[in-house]
């Protein structure tokens, strides 16, 4: 019996609104055991990145292989990787015991909502060729989507949709393209192309600067579904007992993989992020709120008394 698991491989957000702070607090808020692998640091906070500290690719790999050789993994989340020399070590490890990730989702950071590069542009073709082939889902935003294909930003859905199946083309199962971005729009939507076509996944848009975080989230979010249904599919596991109840939880129980299950775990994923945001335009953590963006609020699930007044 063991309960769902995931691992992390992304970057320390000091301020605990990104990166892999923000993947361990949405693993635990949706009742999944987080392990992580840390690729940098950063000094950050709710107003930006004040210095990224790279960590040597070799000690990511040792991160990496000791969580691998001990802990049986039901999905992986990969985000900011920092680094040409991150890329190439993680992809040769991630070749080699492809199946030990579980399902992997790879969120190609490459700047901060506040601005700040944290990927340089010459590991864009690494984080494409060698990467993105060996991921199951990716979850892009507009001006990632455009540098991976090396084409202008897409400028409404049909270019959307038209970006999120060349980017399949180029070896992910599944595509998330994240629509945040156009903030002309009263709607969010997320372009989702899979085996079986292309969805839109829409969202009232959430009037908030608190919006730091809000892509580590989603795909923290997915990955966590992801082990969720594969531990519910398990047969004979005992490990349902594991299975937290939360609000947001997609597990259909029964059989083997089924081909709703991309669907299940994005639409899920989503729904947690969209209560987050809702939770975090009401929480007030920075003393200068309107100089930067406040994280959403990842303990949403988290059951909170009633205001005694
Ligand atoms: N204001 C908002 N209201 C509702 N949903 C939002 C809002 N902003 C972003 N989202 C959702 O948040 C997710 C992340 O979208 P976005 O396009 O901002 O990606 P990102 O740039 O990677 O995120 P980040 O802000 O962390 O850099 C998507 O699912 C998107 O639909
Ligand atoms: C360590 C780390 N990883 C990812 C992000 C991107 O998140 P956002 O675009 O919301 O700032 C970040 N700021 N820091």
Redesign the pocket.
Known sequence: MRPPTSMTIAGSDSGGG?GIQADLKTFTALGVYGTSAITALTAQNTRGVQAVIPIDPQDVIRQVTSVLDDIPLDATKIGMLASAEVIAALAETIGSRRVAFGHLVL?P?MV??SGDVLLPDTATELLRERLLPLTHVI?P??P?AARLLDVPVAADLDAMADQAEQLRDLGAEVVVL????REAEEE???VVAHPGGVDLLR??????RG??????T?AAAIAAQYARIARARTPGNGGLRFLATTPDAADEIGGAQAPGDDLAAIGAG?DF??RA?RGGAEQQLSVAPQDGHGPVDHLITIARREAED
Not at 178 to 181: A, L, R, S, Y
Not at 203 to 208: G, L, P, Q, S, W
Not at 211 to 216: F, Q, S
């Open positions: 990104a969120d950071v901060a909502t979850t935003n507009l990632e994240k629509g945040g971005h969010v939507v997320d969202a009232e848009r959430v009037h908030t919006t730091h975080g809000t892509g580590c989603l989503r992020l969209q945001l």
